[in-house]
């Protein structure tokens, strides 16, 4: 299956900027929709933002005006460039993509959680 690699999570203070990238591998048909989960402790994985193979974006409420989820389709990468960041947006943060296992067949891929905090 298509392995998600993800980087960027780290600590920062309230109405700071961060940036998760999310490199995608092993991939033999493409990838279609990427997009960003995140998950408190005692809570279900969240939407948080998803962009399609050509860049149509989806936000959750929560996030609008706030973060934004560029994409690099000649890298596989996505990301997730986060600002004003609040301390409600602590989380982990999965990546996700649904990709191709043969033409017209698809199947969906998580990557490892990275931990992002916000605090002062």
């Known amino acids: 299956q298509v392995h998600l690699v ?10 700071g900027s961060l940036r998760l990238s999310c490199a995608a591998f092993r991939i033999f048909f493409g990838i279609n929709t990427m997009g960003w989960y995140r998950q408190t402790p005692g809570k279900q994985r969240m939407f948080v933002a998803t962009i399609t193979g050509v860049g149509s974006t989806n936000y959750a409420d ?3 005006g706030r973060f934004t989820i560029p994409r690099d389709n000649a890298k596989n990468t996505v ?9 409600e947006d602590t989380a982990v943060y999965y990546c996700n ?24």
């Open 6 to 15: 993800v980087s960027g999570g780290g600590l920062v203070q309230p109405g």
């Open 62 to 64: 929560s996030v609008k």
């Open 79 to 87: 990301y997730l460039q986060m600002n004003s960041l609040k301390p």
């Open 97 to 120: 993509a649904d990709y191709y296992v043969k033409p017209g067949i698809t199947a969906s891929s998580w990557g490892q959680g990275t931990q992002v905090t916000v605090s002062s």
